[in-house]
């Protein structure tokens, strides 16, 4: 069974600040997502990574898919209250693209 | 399009009883995915759906469980004499393809008392 921990499981911060999100594996995945997920809704999707080493950004958070495609990380700069939510990361380890989620991160952003 | 639906949002019952839940993705996309996804926890995956035919069952899914895609359109998933340990959040999920983003729905809410 691949299992993809995220760290940390919860986080509380306030207005502007930074924070990164890591997800890890002891597998290897062809691509990776991470989704937001807000109370009561589905996840959306936020970024795939499918090259050991690419960098993503998508406004003020960036994406890092690890080398060996086994971990990655998010980061958010000046966090926002509109960030508060469910962090998922995803691994998809190809073939007909069941993706595993992993146990999630939430994030609460303060005014 | 309006994206992928769920129908109902929330189901309260109570032990013992039969549930149906029903998804329609959105148009054209042959693939469709049941997870399942308790509080605080990532969505686990159940089973999914090329067209009608149902390519993968996790062992999740107990003999309790069924899920059907009649015409490679909607789908439902039945769960049979629920047990309080099937209370959850159920989400669909399709997608135009393999390898493809998947699109979510808002999931149906299942509180077995």
């Known amino acids: 069974t691949q299992l993809l921990e995220q760290s940390p499981q919860f986080l509380s911060i306030q207005e502007g600040e930074n924070l990164t999100v890591y997800c890890n594996s002891s597998s290897v995945f062809s691509s990776l997502q991470w989704y937001r997920q807000e109370p009561g809704e589905g996840p959306v999707l936020l970024v795939t990574v499918v090259t050991g080493g690419e960098v993503k950004k998508l406004k003020r958070l960036t994406f890092q898919f690890g080398d060996a495609r086994k971990d990655s990380s998010l980061h958010i700069t000046a966090a926002q209250p509109g960030d508060t939510g469910l962090y998922l990361c995803?691994?998809?380890?190809?073939?007909?693209?069941?993706?595993?989620f992993g146990t999630g991160t939430k994030l609460q952003v303060i005014p | 399009d309006t994206g992928v639906s769920q129908d109902p949002r929330h189901k309260i019952t109570k032990r013992g009883q039969n549930v149906t839940f029903r998804c329609d993705p959105i148009?054209?996309?042959?693939?469709l995915y049941w997870y399942r996804q308790t509080l605080g926890q990532g969505p686990e995956f159940l089973t999914y759906f090329q067209n009608e035919a149902q390519l993968e069952k996790s062992r999740l899914l107990s003999d309790r469980f069924s899920a059907e895609r009649p015409k490679g359109s909607f789908s439902t998933l039945e769960i049979q004499r629920t047990e309080q340990g099937d209370s959850a959040m159920y989400l669909c999920?399709?997608?135009?393809?393999?390898?493809?983003?998947?699109?979510f729905g808002p999931g149906t809410r299942l509180t077995v008392l």
């Open positions: 148009s054209e996309h042959n693939r």
């Open positions: 995803a691994g998809d380890s190809g073939g007909y693209q069941k993706v595993t």
């Open positions: 999920a399709s997608s135009p393809g393999p390898r493809a983003e998947q699109f």
